[in-house]
């Protein structure tokens, strides 16, 4: 048994490391509840195990979080509740929550016409979900960020300038958290919504 069995963090959150050492050919690891279990050749470096260790617990614990997030409510239905706003209806065969780093809060190929949504939207106000979904559709008729596709957007999603104020401050506040001091942190964490 290794003593360097130390608990792992990924994404926040604490897992406790089981590593056995047998014949296999790679490393493997598992989730099992809150332990990763992992096996590896005798012959790996505990420095290179435990690189390989953080990149496939990154990957299995984002991975179980996107399968959890997506079943508790289906995407594809309010994908196609908002495509039915749109004149000219359309399609989209899937649509799924990403706990993949994503550029923006959500894409759509028209190839396969699939939405995919950040997954830190699900925790958001569903109009801003809404609002993010209508911005992908309306993608599909105007490619870029013209006047045409402002209106066309702003025509099926009323919220639409409102969402887009509410997500800029949901990024400014994601990425300025770390460096903000403990006391502005609590101030913010105080406001609750009122003006
Ligand atoms: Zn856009």
Redesign the pocket.
Known sequence: MAPADRPVTVDGMTFSLRVTRKRVKNINVRLVGNELRVSAPPWVSRGELDQTIGVLARRLVRRERARKVNGVESALELARKVARRFPNRPEVAEARFSTQQMA?WGSYSTRTRTIRLNAALRQMPSWVLEAVVA??L??IDHPD?SPA?WALLRRVCPATDRARAFLAGVSWLGSSWNDLPPVERSLLAGVGGGE
């Open positions: 923006r911005h992908e309306a993608h960020h596709f």
